[in-house]
């Protein structure tokens, strides 16, 4: 799975010119680009991040602010400080605060570029595993009372979540914002997962406090009733054309496929109810506008990835930014 | 000012051009149909908070096309028909917010605005 590395610099030249440096490495690693630390911040909520590298001046929130926040609430990701204004005292307390690294400008992109890659590294050092559940392979680790950070993709609706275990058990679990016994309820209703092993936990403290096969019960539990709900909530599975959702589904692949072909950038289609609300909004405002209902939106958030939304279809269509995407709209819309 | 959007207004299909500050204010409204109903400047704003801070979109309506753009000056929106030629229309934004960034501080959308400190790149890579 290619990982997102989150850019954080108030100077727009920088970050383009990061951006176009670490092109090359586009195989290992996709980046994020945010003007500062609050910016970051919304990133860190919304996206699965694998490493930040940040300025420290900074409006707004600083660096040093920045990466005091993430190691309170997102201390499996490594941050690595770049500035301008480099002094020992300032490198003292970028790494007392939990920087792994340091980088005075001027400097080399390349290795910068070369830090990263083996930072991400590491965070398979202990392996991968595609298309597993994870319940049985989490009470291993528990057995083994491996100190770990595990990292899961949940291979339906491409959601991210870590897991921290320290001699074999589970002390805390995070999924964007979400930390804790939650988060963990959350992963464990995950049926089919890809996951990466980090032999390392940053984190000590225990903030879940129970029985893995408890929290393991509990998360089959959620799943089955969450599953029950989403059948209810699609009123029998129909979409608004009549068809089921997977139908649906398929049918929006196809006809992309068939039409512009299997590499045209759509990378996958799927039902995203993240999505939902927000499709719902924006529609609700093109009515109160007198534009009518909301037909077709393609939507580019600076990520790694654009969407195209079909409210019809209840589907999603994930898209490299370099898609015919004039073609995709005509198509879609047609 | 207003000279600067019209090459924007000028390709076929575009009905009107907003821009509106980052905190969700329009700055400038101008359209070929006797221009923007005031009351509906809360709905306008509602649906750049639902947009939950994309770069850019391209909304597609039953009856109406929105053509949306965030840069560092604010938010510029296109309204357009169903049928408009939509890389003309980005092409023309790209313009549009270039020369938008290089008056920032200049002209009266920008009164307020302190012109930003430039930095050379040399100042952050090495040559290999």
């Given at each position: 799975?290619?990982?997102?590395?989150?850019?954080?610099?108030?100077?727009?030249?920088?970050?383009?010119?990061?951006?176009?440096?670490?092109?090359?490495?586009?195989?290992?690693?996709?980046?994020?680009?945010?003007?500062?630390?609050?910016?970051?911040?919304?990133?860190?909520?919304?996206?699965?991040?694998?490493?930040?590298?940040?300025?420290?001046?900074?409006?707004?929130?600083?660096?040093?602010?920045?990466?005091?926040?993430?190691?309170?609430?997102?201390?499996?990701?490594?941050?690595?400080?770049?500035?301008?204004?480099?002094?020992?005292?300032?490198?003292?307390?970028?790494?007392?605060?939990?920087?792994?690294?340091?980088?005075?400008?001027?400097?080399?992109?390349?290795?910068?570029?070369?830090?990263?890659?083996?930072?991400?590294?590491?965070?398979?050092?202990?392996?991968?595993?595609?298309?597993?559940t994870s319940g049985v392979f989490l009470?291993?680790?528990?057995?083994?009372?491996?100190?770990?950070?595990?990292?899961?993709?949940?291979?339906?609706?491409?959601?991210?979540?870590?897991?921290?275990?320290?001699?074999?058990?589970?002390?805390?679990?995070?999924?964007?914002?979400?930390?804790?016994?939650?988060?963990?309820?959350?992963?464990?209703?995950?049926?089919?997962?890809?996951?990466?092993?980090?032999?390392?936990?940053?984190?000590?403290?225990?903030?879940?406090?129970?029985?893995?096969?408890?929290?393991?019960?509990?998360?089959?539990?959620?799943?089955?009733?969450?599953?029950?709900?989403?059948?209810?909530?699609?009123?029998?599975?129909?979409?608004?054309?009549?068809?089921?959702?997977?139908?649906?589904?398929?049918?929006?692949?196809?006809?992309?496929?068939?039409?512009?072909?299997?590499?045209?950038?759509?990378?996958?289609?799927?039902?995203?109810?993240?999505?939902?609300?927000?499709?719902?909004?924006?529609?609700?405002?093109?009515?109160?506008?007198?534009?009518?209902?909301?037909?077709?939106?393609?939507?580019?958030?600076?990520?790694?990835?654009?969407?195209?939304?079909?409210?019809?279809?209840?589907?999603?269509?994930?898209?490299?930014?370099?898609?015919?995407?004039?073609?995709?709209?005509?198509?879609?819309?047609? | 000012?207003?000279?600067?959007?019209?090459?924007?207004?000028?390709?076929?299909?575009?009905?009107?051009?907003?821009?509106?500050?980052?905190?969700?204010?329009?700055?400038?409204?101008?359209?070929?149909?006797?221009?923007?109903?005031?009351?509906?400047?809360?709905?306008?704003?509602a649906l750049l908070v639902s947009l939950?801070?994309?770069?850019?979109?391209?909304?597609?309506?039953?009856?109406g096309r929105l053509y949306i753009r965030?840069?560092?000056?604010?938010?510029?929106?296109?309204?357009?028909?169903?049928?408009?030629?939509?890389?003309?229309?980005?092409?023309?934004?790209?313009?549009?917010?270039?020369?938008?960034?290089?008056?920032?501080?200049?002209?009266?959308?920008?009164?307020?605005?302190?012109?930003?400190?430039?930095?050379?790149?040399?100042?952050?890579?090495?040559?290999?």
């Amino acid at each position: 799975m290619i990982k997102n590395v989150l850019l954080v610099d108030d100077d727009r030249a920088m970050l383009l010119a990061l951006q176009e440096g670490f092109a090359r490495y586009s195989d290992s690693f996709s980046v994020l680009l945010a003007g500062d630390g609050i910016e970051a911040l919304e990133y860190l909520k919304r996206q699965p991040v694998s490493l930040v590298v940040t300025d420290l001046k900074m409006p707004r929130v600083d660096g040093f602010e920045l990466l005091a926040t993430i190691m309170a609430n997102f201390p499996d990701i490594p941050v690595i400080i770049i500035t301008g204004y480099s002094t020992p005292e300032m490198e003292r307390l970028a790494r007392k605060g939990g920087a792994v690294a340091f980088v005075a400008k001027p400097f080399l992109i390349e290795n910068l570029a070369r830090q990263i890659v083996s930072m991400l590294r590491q965070e398979a050092d202990g392996g991968t595993l595609h298309n597993v559940t994870s319940g049985v392979f989490l009470q291993l680790i528990e057995m083994e009372q491996k100190t770990c950070t595990i990292r899961l993709e949940e291979k339906t609706f491409g959601e991210k979540g870590v897991l921290f275990f320290v001699e074999g058990e589970l002390c805390d679990a995070r999924v964007g914002e979400r930390q804790g016994e939650m988060a963990a309820y959350e992963i464990f209703a995950w049926d089919n997962v890809s996951l990466s092993i980090q032999n390392d936990c940053t984190v000590r403290q225990n903030r879940i406090n129970k029985e893995l096969s408890s929290l393991l019960i509990e998360g089959a539990r959620r799943s089955d009733e969450l599953k029950a709900q989403r059948a209810e909530r699609h009123g029998g599975g129909r979409t608004r054309s009549g068809s089921r959702p997977e139908e649906a589904l398929k049918g929006v692949r196809l006809k992309i496929e068939c039409t512009l072909g299997t590499r045209c950038g759509a990378e996958d289609v799927i039902q995203d109810e993240r999505w939902t609300g927000r499709v719902q909004r924006i529609s609700q405002s093109g009515e109160r506008l007198k534009l009518g209902k909301l037909a077709l939106a393609y939507i580019d958030q600076g990520d790694s990835r654009d969407y195209l939304l079909l409210p019809a279809d209840h589907a999603v269509v994930a898209v490299n930014p370099k898609c015919p995407r004039d073609k995709l709209l005509q198509l879609l819309g047609e | 000012m207003s000279a600067l959007f019209d090459d924007l207004l000028a390709v076929a299909g575009v009905k009107g051009v907003m821009f509106f500050s980052a905190a969700g204010e329009l700055l400038f409204e101008k359209s070929g149909a006797g221009g923007m109903d005031k009351a509906a400047a809360p709905d306008w704003q509602a649906l750049l908070v639902s947009l939950d801070g994309a770069r850019e979109a391209d909304l597609i309506f039953e009856i109406g096309r929105l053509y949306i753009r965030k840069a560092e000056e604010g938010v510029l929106v296109v309204t357009m028909g169903r049928i408009a030629p939509a890389a003309m229309i980005r092409l023309n934004c790209d313009v549009l917010l270039s020369e938008l960034k290089s008056r920032k501080g200049s002209g009266p959308l920008f009164e307020d605005a302190k012109p930003k400190r430039k930095k050379g790149l040399g100042r952050f890579f090495q040559l290999p």
